[in-house]
């Protein structure tokens, strides 16, 4: 087994081989100086791992609330959108959904990437504000059209009974929009037959704006000296795109020890 001796894995009950010669970016060093708006890194170290495709998802991100009680939980989401002069990320949910809830309770949230094959770790904090709905309307009329309808049929978080209840109401959806069948329904159409079915989004389902006042940016080495910097502002309450949102002050940035 070939043991990454960053990482010795000393547990008999599961067996992991983590790969070795991992760290390949172990002699990369975040700037010096580092840059005043961490946005662009941030951008470039999503791109690359876009780029290098060891991961489905490089815009998964660990999603962190708070909700009434103080009780913190966490679940992946994807980023679908990066605003660097903004100073905001996007993402799509259920507004009903636990997450939802806890945002309308607590609107400070906290998220993290991480893409392990390339040593890097970026960690956000800050406040979360319901996208304008003009962006989540975009955003849903490019969903494929069966994951629209599947929007209407799943109260995400809720209950169910059993697995069918979830079958019989996307069943009820699909009725409801004229796709009864569903894939296999979509493939026997013509493209301008699917572009011709309406469904509009559901007004419990759209985006959040994720606006970010802290921002780390994390650089694995294998002597375990990390390279870490952490950038921080303020924020401003200020309405944009004719929704509530915040402008941000001048970033400042240190080093921090790893
Ligand atoms: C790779 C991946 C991507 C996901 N993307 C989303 C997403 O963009 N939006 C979303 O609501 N749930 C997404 N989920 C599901 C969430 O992790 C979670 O199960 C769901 O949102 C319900 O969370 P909640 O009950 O805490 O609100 C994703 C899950 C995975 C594993």
């Known amino acids: 087994m070939s043991?990454?001796?960053?990482?010795?894995?000393?547990?008999?009950?599961?067996?992991?081989?983590?790969l070795a010669g991992m760290c390949t970016f172990a002699g990369q060093t975040l700037p010096d100086p580092l840059p005043a708006d961490p946005f662009p890194l941030f951008q470039s170290w999503l791109q690359m791992s876009a780029d290098v495709k060891?991961?489905?998802n490089p815009n998964a991100m660990s999603l962190a609330t708070v909700d009434?009680?103080?009780?913190?939980?966490?679940?992946?989401?994807?980023?679908?959108r990066i605003y660097p002069d903004l100073g905001c990320i996007v993402f799509f949910t259920n507004y009903d959904s636990r997450?939802?809830?806890a945002?309308?309770?607590?609107?400070?949230?906290?998220?993290?990437?991480?893409?392990?094959?390339?040593d890097r770790q970026?960690?956000?904090?800050?406040?979360?504000t319901v996208s304008p709905a003009q962006e989540s309307n975009n955003y849903f009329t490019r969903r494929p059209l069966m994951s629209r309808v599947a929007a209407w049929a799943s109260s995400q978080s809720q209950p169910l009974a059993n697995r069918q209840q979830l079958l019989d109401a996307n069943t009820l959806a699909e009725a409801r929009f004229g796709v009864t069948g569903g894939d296999e329904r979509v493939k026997s159409m013509t493209p301008e037959q699917v572009?011709?079915?309406?469904?509009?989004?559901?007004?419990?389902?759209?985006?959040?704006?994720?606006?970010?006042?802290?921002m780390e940016l994390w650089l694995g080495h294998s002597s375990r000296l990390h390279d870490r910097a952490l950038w921080t502002r303020d924020l401003t309450p200020t309405p944009i795109d004719g929704a509530p949102g915040y402008?941000?002050?001048?970033w400042s940035v240190t080093r921090l020890q790893p």
Not at 122 to 128: F, K, L, N, P, S
Not at 247 to 250: I, L, M, R, S
Request: proline share 11%; glycine share 8%.
């Open 3 to 18: 043991v990454d001796p960053r990482h010795p894995w000393d547990s008999p009950s599961v067996q992991i081989d983590p």
């Open 54 to 56: 060891s991961q489905p």
């Open 68 to 80: 009434a009680d103080g009780q913190p939980s966490v679940r992946i989401v994807l980023a679908r």
């Open 99 to 101: 997450k939802g809830t």
């Open 103 to 118: 945002i309308s309770a607590s609107h400070r949230i906290a998220a993290c990437f991480h893409w392990d094959h390339l």
């Open 122 to 128: 970026v960690r956000v904090e800050g406040v979360a």
């Open 195 to 214: 572009s011709a079915i309406v469904v509009p989004r559901p007004p419990n389902w759209g985006g959040f704006r994720f606006w970010v006042s802290r």
């Open 247 to 250: 402008t941000g002050g001048a």
